[in-house]
């Protein structure tokens, strides 16, 4: 069977809709039997001048453009295993994923060109190609392939032929490899074909950072008939620009993102007009941010999503009419179809509705391993179950709440603390812009709350009235013992979301962390 490869829906799509706009990037924009074509000549190109066979690995560090699209689909026909570079690491963690994953050609832009060309020497890359223009050190670049290469279509992968390479952060260590196949990945697509209410035309804006796995919905699914508009990387004025200018319908968001787009000064309600459907995850969503946008734009469709990389992306869905419940307030939703969830203990043991322990999950859009690391993918799939990281429970109708990454709990005086609660209680106060809790030494209670908090422009608030604004709606041992406020903006990853333990570590520095 080949049912779940990318192949048996671009090339149709191309061919019904050869004369319909398929990208736009800027000025750019191109057809879909443009597009098809280009696709088609870089597949030729991997595998004709570049030596790329269909189970090595071909990197990509760049800003969003229909290039980074190109390579994404020239992958998904067959033409190698596309390793999408995060555009926030540093040179020690490039040059160990690079070299871990064995990758023999770098795609780059204008942007990072010179940070590849500082590492090569520690390297194995064999090619550097350059994406666009720019007076930058590259071999070759990516249009001259293209113009050298032939037409030509290739031959069907199967479903279990690895596509996509892509390095997680994680919270401790190296990043780990998470490499997922075609069946992975196109079955995560029909998840979310079935789910949305995504037409064939519709116009989809990727703003969310191609080398993370929530753009792979927009990459694959807004191009089997639909328009797929870019913008380089996230920009709250430039998205304010592009809706309207595109009369896009859908996009993807983290709650960081919304939260920008809502407390930017020129933005007005009228710029989100056009938008039908709006999906959000990779983070908690605080109440605050949540019930602004559902004031300023009552007719979006709101999709909340919870997964992983390991997932290709999605495992449950929170639906518009979720969200109009009070008592799923909090929730990500329910598993999708052919996903299974567990709530376990320590000890694996499965708990009953509405106890707190670790998400696991079953499910065929997971990933076949982590690259290299057999332990680090037989402790991941214990028990044949893949365990999140992430605490939750499950209320009687197959609803998941989340309370916090496992390694974000806070235990305080015996008592687990879940940071995301503390959180959502700290950002409903009108000051706030920003807000992370973290735990720190204590010698009495092993862990005390600790807020971290970023005022918002012109607002001031004092540590008393934080602590005390918890307290009204959290039980006092979740209160913050203490709070820190910080002028700049909270540490964010490339996926936008704050890095805990880097707020974390000089409080920990020397001293050992007595959780999970």
Sequence with gaps: MKELIYHRHLIPAAEYHANRVAIIDGDYSAIYSQHLERVCRISHALRHQLSVERADRFAVMALNSHYFTELYH??????????????????????????????????VDAAFAPLIDQIRSEIKLERVVLMGEGDVPHDITMDALIDEARFEIPAEPEEQDPVVLMYTGGTTGLPKGVLLDQRAEILNLYHGLTTFPMTSDVVYLTQTPMFHAAAMFGILG???????????????????????????????????????????????????????????????????ILQRLREVAPHIELFQGYGMTESSSVLTILKPEDHLRDELRGSVGRALPGVVLSIQDEDGKRLDSGETGEVCARAGNYMIEYWNKQEATAEAFKDDWYHTGDAG???????????????????????????????????????????????????????????????????????DEIIEHARASIAGFKVPKTVEFREEPLPLSGALKVLKRDLRSPYWEGKERRIN
């Design 222 to 288: 807004a191009s089997m008939g639909g328009l797929s508009v870019s913008v380089p990387l996230f920009d709250p004025k430039t998205v304010m620009e592009v809706i309207p200018k595109h009369q896009i319908e859908a996009t993807v968001m983290v709650p960081t993102m919304i939260g920008m787009l809502l407390s930017h000064p020129d933005f007005s309600a009228d710029t989100l007009a056009s938008l039908k459907m709006m999906v959000y995850g990779a983070s908690p969503m605080p109440s605050a």
């Design 393 to 463: 429970y499950l209320n009687e109708e197959g609803f998941l709440f989340l309370v916090d990454r496992v390694k974000d709990m806070i235990i305080s005086g015996g008592e687990n603390i879940y940071s995301i609660e503390v959180e959502d209680a700290i950002a409903s106060h009108p000051s706030v812009a920003q807000v992370a809790i973290i735990g720190i030494p204590h010698d009495l209670w092993g862990e005390a709350v600790h807020a971290v908090v970023v005022l918002q422009p012109d607002k001031t608030a004092t540590e």
């Design 74 to 107: 020239s992958a998904f026909l067959g033409a190698g295993i596309i390793n999408p570079l995060n555009l926030r690491l540093a040179a020690k963690e490039l040059v160990y994923i690079l070299n871990d994953s064995g990758t023999k050609v770098c795609f």
